[in-house]
């Protein structure tokens, strides 16, 4: 059961930050400053979906291994993507778009890429563990 609650949970998670990650870089090269403050707005909300998934992929691993990459996740997660999505929506919102939006927004989208190259290698890893369980010896 907990194999499959962490698969799930950090899938989601993957998938979730690829989402934000993905729709600020096309609604920055594409979109007006309007649909960049919703698109700020809606991965704000979007966050009540992303932390219980991270928070539960990381409780899952640390009883199925002893990789940190979680408890890295879940470090940028709260200490930089979660404070940045706050401030940029804000910013976003008032239509401040100056060199201290696109700062974050940069910061953002590095921590971001660095979760999803977490994510990703916990996925790879966890689908070879998969893999070597239902192989016979």
Avoid: C
Avoid at 90 to 96: I, Y
């Amino acid at each position: 059961m907990i194999p499959k609650l962490h698969a799930a949970a950090g899938s989601l998670a993957l998938l979730t930050i690829a989402t934000f990650w993905s729709s600020t870089i096309v609604t920055e090269l594409f979109g007006s400053h309007v649909l960049i403050a919703q698109t700020k707005a809606l991965i704000l909300w979007e966050m009540m979906v992303l932390v219980p998934a991270v928070a539960t992929a990381g409780a899952t691993e640390a009883a199925l291994s002893k990789s940190r990459r979680m408890k890295i996740i879940a470090a940028n997660g709260l200490l930089i993507l979660l404070p940045s999505a706050v401030f940029l929506a804000l910013r976003a919102g008032s239509g401040q778009f100056d060199a201290v939006f696109y700062s974050i927004q940069a910061v953002e989208l590095i921590a971001g890429a660095t979760n999803i190259t977490l994510l990703t290698a916990n996925l790879r890893d966890g689908m070879a563990m998969a893999a070597r369980r239902k192989t016979p010896a």
